[in-house]
């Protein structure tokens, strides 16, 4: 089927799945509209004339060509509302970075809640105004007034501008700690206490009635 140009997949219906394939230009075509992954298709199964508005569940990609290979469509109803994640897309430079900040986007994707042709391809926030040290949260985030958001509004963090972390040198640092280990220690290659074993050696070795090199007893 792959190889025909189809992509095999399951349409998940109000009753039961049924195995599908779609012709992959033609559904290439239809996500690549202003509604991208959350556009409405319209499914008409083999030997049907009704149509079974659906929309993209999951998809697989194949790693290396990075072609779609099997798809998942879940029915719906278009006058009862679903759930969904919206990218969401931060617009403009803070003054923060301006003045040598770092703007860093916490969360790229927010679930919301909305009827079926109502849901946004993604959402816009500007961040122009943010200054150091700021943090943009989701009760900032200005939506439809028809769509709803299910995260939390006041724990989700979106954005932060933050000065930049300062990062000592792994070498200065590795360099002063030997010098701390090394102070006291009588050579480098020796442990403490070795520079007077080999004295007392020296002396056994002295003896009158040991033999040369050993210790008497």
Do not use: F, W
Request: proline letters at 6%.
């Amino acid at each position: 089927m792959r190889k025909q140009g189809l992509i095999p997949g399951v349409l998940y219906g109000r009753s039961k799945p049924h195995a599908i394939c779609v012709a992959e230009r033609e559904l290439r075509h239809v996500l690549t509209t202003s509604a991208g992954l959350h556009a409405i298709l319209d499914v008409v199964l083999e030997g049907q004339k009704s149509t079974h508005p659906s929309v993209l569940k999951e998809y697989q990609l194949d790693p290396i060509r990075g072609k779609l290979t099997h798809i998942d469509l879940q029915e719906v109803r278009l006058d009862q509302p679903i759930q969904a994640s919206v990218t969401v897309n931060l617009i403009g430079e803070p003054v923060g970075v301006k003045e040598g900040g770092v703007l860093s986007q916490v969360s790229r994707e927010v679930n919301v809640e909305a009827l079926p042709m109502e849901i946004p391809e993604h959402l816009d926030v500007d961040v122009s105004g943010m200054q150091l040290g700021d943090t943009l949260r989701l009760t900032e985030l200005t939506v439809p007034g028809n769509v709803k958001l299910l995260d939390d509004l006041e724990t989700t963090v979106l954005a932060t501008v933050t000065m930049p972390t300062r990062v000592e040198e792994p070498e200065e640092a590795l360099e002063e700690g030997e010098e701390a280990e090394l102070e006291g220690v009588p050579s480098a290659e020796q442990p403490e206490g070795a520079a007077e074993g080999e004295a007392g050696t020296g002396d056994a070795a002295s003896g009158e009635s040991g033999e040369p090199g050993t210790a008497e007893g």
